[in-house]
Structures are given as structure tokens and as C-alpha cells.
């Protein structure tokens, strides 16, 4: 089985994945990283050169190779993953989804001075960076809610990889030891 963390950009999917990774011991996988490597390009001159479409396929590709091909990891997914194709579904089948469902003041404090490198928030004049993301954001939560859970992130002191830590040795205790966690 496997792990997969969804949420927006900036929710914390990677940094708690390799958290949760030191918690658990299983290797943490970044697909948006994994991507880069097997493509030898960045996902910013991906997104200008084949445009948002060629990327979804690109990752819905990456998605499955790592589905069949590494067991027992933890995934960080990119923002957009859980949104297109079957990923969702996909995902579901081949282990626990948890959403980090971060608040948008998070979500801003930490993409607002990296927005320029996302490609995805390249924005217009006459619109704010803020009421794009809550946009897209609100879009995109009835996909993110389908996650098997969902962990509230409201603060930068709240650790999430603590907390699915925990779930996982009360739901999968033989698995996952209180003691391991320690
Ligand atoms: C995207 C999020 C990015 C990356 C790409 C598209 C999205 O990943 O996959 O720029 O659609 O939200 P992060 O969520 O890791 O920043």
C-alpha cells in the first residue's frame, strides 16, 4: 500500500511527507520532483512548452508508473493531481488518500513569494493573487474532500505528520507500533 498526500500548493505535502517519512520509515516520493528527474525538464518549462493539458498527462503517467512501481512510500502529489483524470480513484485503490486541508491565510503566507515560479498562478491585472487562489481553492476542495481523511492545518504550529502518525498505529496498529513512532 501507499500513502498519498492531496492539497493545494503550499498546503505542506512535501515537507510532511518527509516528515511523516522519518515518523514511519517508509521512503517519501515528490511526484512534481519525480516528474522533473524522468523528464529532465523543470514542471515551469513544462507547463510553457506542452501547456497545462501535456502536463496532466505527464503526471497521470508518473502517477501510475509510481502506483505499480513503489510500494509502501509516501506521495506528495502535486496541487492539481487529485483533480484530473481517475487519479483520485486510482489513488484510493492503491492506499489511504489524506487531504491537508490547510487555511487559505497558510496557503498565502506561503506561496505569495513564490507565486512568479508557479506556473499555475500566473495571474492577470485586475485580479489578486488572494481572490485567485480562494477561487481556485473553493473549486477544488469537493475533489480534496474525497480523501479517505482530511487533517485541518489552521497554524504553522500544528503538525500534521504528528497526527497521521497517530491515526495510522490506531487504525493499522500490527503495521504502524506506537512504538516505531516514538
Ligand atoms: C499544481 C501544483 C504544483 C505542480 C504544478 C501544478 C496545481 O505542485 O504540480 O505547478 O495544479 O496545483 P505543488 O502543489 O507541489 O506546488
Known amino acids: 500500500m501507499q500513502i498519498f498526500l492531496i492539497g493545494f500548493m503550499g498546503s505542506g505535502k512535501t515537507h510532511n511527507a518527509e516528515k511523516l ?17 524522468k523528464g529532465g525538464q523543470s514542471i515551469a518549462k513544462l507547463f510553457e512548452f506542452g501547456g497545462e493539458a501535456q502536463f496532466r498527462k505527464i503526471e497521470q503517467q508518473a502517477l501510475l508508473e509510481i502506483i505499480e512501481n513503489k510500494h509502501e512510500h509516501i506521495i506528495a502529489t502535486g496541487g492539481g493531481t487529485p483533480i484530473f483524470f481517475d487519479n483520485l480513484e486510482k489513488m484510493k485503490s492503491a492506499g489511504l488518500v489524506i487531504y491537508l486541508d490547510t487555511s487559505l491565510d497558510l496557503i498565502m503566507n506561503r506561496i505569495e513569494h513564490t507565486a512568479e515560479s508557479r506556473p499555475l498562478l ?61
Do not use: C
Open 122 to 182: 500566473k495571474i492577470g491585472p485586475g485580479e489578486t493573487l488572494k481572490n485567485y487562489v480562494e477561487n481556485l481553492l473553493n473549486k477544488r476542495k469537493e475533489y480534496y474532500h474525497k480523501a479517505n481523511i482530511a487533517i485541518e492545518v489552521n497554524q504553522e504550529l500544528d503538525k500534521p505528520a504528528e497526527t497521521i502518525a497517530e491515526y495510522l498505529s490506531l487504525i493499522m496498529p500490527d503495521k504502524f507500533s506506537n512504538a516505531d513512532l516514538e
Open 21 to 37: 517519512s522519518e515518523l514511519i520509515g517508509w521512503p517519501f516520493l515528490d511526484l512534481d520532483r519525480y516528474i522533473e528527474k
